[in-house]
């Protein structure tokens, strides 16, 4: 089992930036590959980013390609979420997930991870 605890959220303008901590504890966290997913309100959770345990793949959505960078420390056991440029359209409930994998192919469904942190509230005003 992997526990995931996200940290880092909060309220910001837009065109500001905020980073993402999801700190992993449990299992080995360098065989899991990790992702990222929001939920805004009223709308369905959606995939944002994932990287690969090596930390040498990384593959994001179309609407944060550009703006978005995740990264990860294996040596602190964290994944991180760079969100430069913010727009309201990304406030959202942001979660962490992990799956086990040691294969480089991303993977963008939830049903794909196993693991999952509770969720940090980004807020983007406008």
């Known amino acids: 089992q992997v526990q995931l605890v996200e940290s880092g959220g909060g309220l910001v303008q837009a065109g500001q930036s905020l980073r993402l901590s999801c700190a992993a504890s449990?299992?080995?966290?360098?065989?899991?590959?990790m992702g990222w997913f929001r939920q805004a309100p009223g709308k369905e959770r959606e995939f944002v980013a994932t990287?690969?345990?090596?930390?040498?793949?990384?593959y994001y959505s179309d609407s944060v390609k550009g703006r978005f960078t995740i990264s990860r420390d294996n040596a602190k056991n964290t994944v991180y979420l760079q969100m430069n440029s913010l727009k309201p359209e990304d406030t959202a409930v942001y979660y962490c997930?992990?799956?086990?994998?040691?294969?480089?192919?991303?993977?963008?469904?939830?049903?794909?991870?196993?693991?999952w942190g509770q969720g940090t509230q980004v807020t983007i005003s406008s």
């Open positions: 449990g299992r080995t966290f360098s065989n899991v590959a």
């Open positions: 990287i690969s345990w090596s930390g040498g793949s990384t």
């Open positions: 997930a992990g799956r086990s994998s040691l294969l480089p192919t991303p993977r963008t469904r939830e049903q794909d991870y196993q693991y």
